[in-house]
Structure formats: C-alpha cells, structure tokens
C-alpha cells in the first residue's frame, strides 16, 4: 500500500505569493495533519483535519489555512509568503482522530521562499 | 500544555558503543510518547511508542524507550549503534487530541 504522498517535493516562492500543498493519506486514514519544520528544529503542529472538519489548530497566523476533501485528501495554504516561511511542510495521517492512534508522516514539500 | 526537552542537540559515539538519547515531557494528564527518527531530506519515520501497560518498549531495530512517570523522562536507548543508525531523534508528545508535540531533535552521529 503507497504511504502518505505530499506535492510538490520541491518549490521556490517568492516573498508575497501563495502555495498550495496537498497531500494524500493512506488508504482508509480519516485524519490529516499538517506539520511545519523549520531548519535545525522539530516539527511544529498546524493543522488537524477529521472527516473534513478542523479538530485543531495550532499557534500559527490566518495566513495559513487548510482542507479536506471527500476522498480524506488535503490541501495546505499559505497566503502572502514571508521568508520564515521557509520550511519542509509535512502532512500526517491516521486512521481516527484520537490520541495514541499511530500517524504516519509523508516525506514533506520543502518550500523556500527568495 | 505539554512541551518535550531534548537537552542535547548532537550525540557522537563510536560504533558498537551503547547510546542513550535523553527526553524529558512536560504535561498536566496522562499522555502518549513516542520517538521519531529521520535520516537526511527525509519525512519523519516512527521509531516506537508508549501508549499504556509495560513502561518498557521496544522498536525492530534494536532500540528501547522507558517511559518513567516520576521523571517525566522517556530516554532512548541502544546498546550497540551501527553506521545506519545515524539520523536525527525527535521525542514527541501527544496528550488527548492528536496534535503531537515534537522537541528539538538529537543528532546521533555513529563514529566508524
């Protein structure tokens, strides 16, 4: 069975553009995160989709926004790119939404913002 | 809310030596840890978790994890490191949800 997938792999934006991410989970995964790594730290929490619902979010401004669609796959938007933007995006998924289900990571998109 | 401490950034040891990977969680309720690892221009892989019953486990390739309550620690260990085995560690904690709490990162160094 493929993994979770995420595109692109790779991308360079310009400071004030918009991306678009998206990912797919694995067979039969309901849940889709979304996580943020910035260069020499830990992966930071952004989104959390279950069902196509929003059950978290976490400390990042309205410039970033998400969804999941009927076939459980999601999008990441970044709206107005700043250079601290750059970062590798990675997209999780699980089967529910409840803690200590196992997720699975994707092997991210690496955004660079010039 | 809860919060990982990984108090080193680097670890170098010699292949075939022990190594132990120290992680220390900050949180208010019962909570779920695991450990992730991840080689170079690579996603996060999960190495082993704790979720209820033995504070002990383990992982396929050799590593162990002791999930300690009264020193909030979940140390990783291996008793013989191999070249392969070099990557960057994340402890990482989840409380009741699934947003999942990374800390810093370990970077194990297996030394030839």
């Known amino acids: 069975d493929a993994g979770v997938t995420q595109s692109p792999t790779h991308l360079i934006k310009t400071r004030g553009q918009h991306v678009t991410l998206r990912c797919s989970p694995i067979?039969?995964?309901?849940?889709v995160s979304w996580y943020q790594q910035v260069l020499g730290q830990g992966p930071q929490f952004i989104f959390q989709y279950y069902e196509k619902e929003e059950r978290g979010r976490g400390n990042f401004p309205d410039r970033f926004s998400a969804r999941q669609f009927p076939n459980y796959s999601s999008e990441l938007n970044v709206n107005a790119l700043l250079l601290g933007d750059s970062a590798l995006y990675l997209c999780?998924?699980?089967?529910?939404?409840?803690?200590?289900?196992?997720?699975?990571f994707g092997e991210g998109s690496w955004l660079t913002v010039v | 809310a809860q919060s990982v401490t990984q108090l080193d950034s680097q670890v170098p040891v010699f292949e075939e030596a022990p190594v132990e990977l120290r992680c220390n969680y900050s949180s208010s309720v019962s909570v779920y840890l695991f450990w992730y690892v991840q080689y170079p221009n690579q996603g996060l892989q999960l190495l082993l978790k704790?979720?209820?019953?033995?504070?002990l486990v383990e992982s396929i390739n050799g590593f162990e994890a002791e999930f300690n309550k009264s020193q909030t620690s979940f140390h990783l260990r291996k008793p013989s490191v191999h070249i392969s085995d070099t990557a960057e560690y994340f402890c990482?904690?989840?409380?009741?949800?699934?947003?999942?709490?990374f800390g810093t990162g370990t970077k194990l160094q297996v030394i030839p």
């Open positions: 999780a998924s699980s089967q529910i939404a409840s803690s200590g289900n196992t997720i699975y």
């Open positions: 067979s039969g995964h309901k849940s």
């Open positions: 704790y979720l209820s019953g033995s504070t």
């Open positions: 990482a904690v989840s409380e009741g949800n699934q947003k999942v709490t």
